[in-house]
């Protein structure tokens, strides 16, 4: 027996009064979205015959999510995040804007606050013993072509466990390892000592993992560094690169790659380079060049109060 009630007039004058839709008070723009988001579970739920049992698993699952601080985290593997790059970049091609450096995703674990210094710095702290020496360097360029100098360079990633500073399970990480903020020289060009990233996972028997294992999916990241690129004139740029050759680069559970931000890692074993980097040893190379775009009509388009939501 199949029942279907969501047409019923009642149901709908229903979504209306519990979205505050006969209201003067509240937010216009919170009615509008909660009336949709709402109206499209009831119907889900009508159309699949989602039973109380169901719902309530979902309902016990979203605590569990919230208590282990996870909605970030799930939202990205569910491919919200990509789907608002997506958007993003139609909008950008409607606009006739093209993005020669392709934004990505952000991912749930920046921290602001990271030290500062011009031209060059070394991101880690030497503690990480399985660590390989890595080198990347490049320039920045304006939406003019040129180089710009002062730009405003933020890279983060994790450590050879696949762990971030400030959410390092093991407590083991100084606050900022592998968090630097990097102010481009008078060429417009960035350099950071550090060792590569390996791949991240998400927390084991955590409530992200149990929904991707119910998906028939794993939790697992290719090895990254993600960025924010900045300047005067210009959008703030959101990317990441892929380390080359990791396995899961076109298998990324948070779905970031993206064609342009693979760059090649040359592994150095030559005297004179090692010497020229202050190094013990052989090391990898990756060299990235960043190309920003300028304002729309004087603002960033897009700006993402993220971050400065998430300090108030
Ligand atoms: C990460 O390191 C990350 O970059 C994303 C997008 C999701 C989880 C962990
Ligand atoms: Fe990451």
Known sequence: MTVKIFNRPDIQDFLKVLS?????????RVKQIIHRIVSDLFKAIDDLDITPDEYRTGIAW??????????????????LDHFLDERLDAIDEALGIKNETPRTIEGPLYVAGAPESKGFA???????????????????????????????????????RGFYSHFDPTGKQAPFNMR?????????RYKFRSIVPHGYGVPPGSPT?????????HGQRPAHIHFF?????????????????????????AYATREGLVPDLVERTDEASIKANGLAGPFAEITFDIRLTALVNGVD????????????
């Open 122 to 160: 070394r991101l880690d702290d030497g503690t990480d013993a399985d660590g390989h020496p890595l080198i990347m360097h490049g320039t920045v360029y304006g939406s003019d072509g040129k180089p710009a100098a002062g730009a405003k360079v933020e890279v983060w990633h994790c450590d050879t």
């Open 62 to 79: 979203l605590n569990e999510l919230g208590a282990a601080g996870q909605a970030g985290l799930i939202s990205p593997g569910l491919g």
């Open 209 to 217: 993992e149990k929904l991707l294992s119910a998906l028939g999916r």
């Open 229 to 253: 690129v900045s300047a005067e004139g210009h959008r703030k740029l959101t990317t990441q690169i892929n380390i080359a050759g990791d396995p899961l680069i076109n298998d990324d559970f």
């Open 180 to 188: 630097r903020t990097i102010i481009t020289d008078e060429n417009g």
């Open 20 to 28: 505050g839709l006969d209201q003067n008070g509240g937010n216009p």
């Open 301 to 312: 388009n897009q700006v993402n109060a993220q971050r400065k939501r998430a300090a108030a």
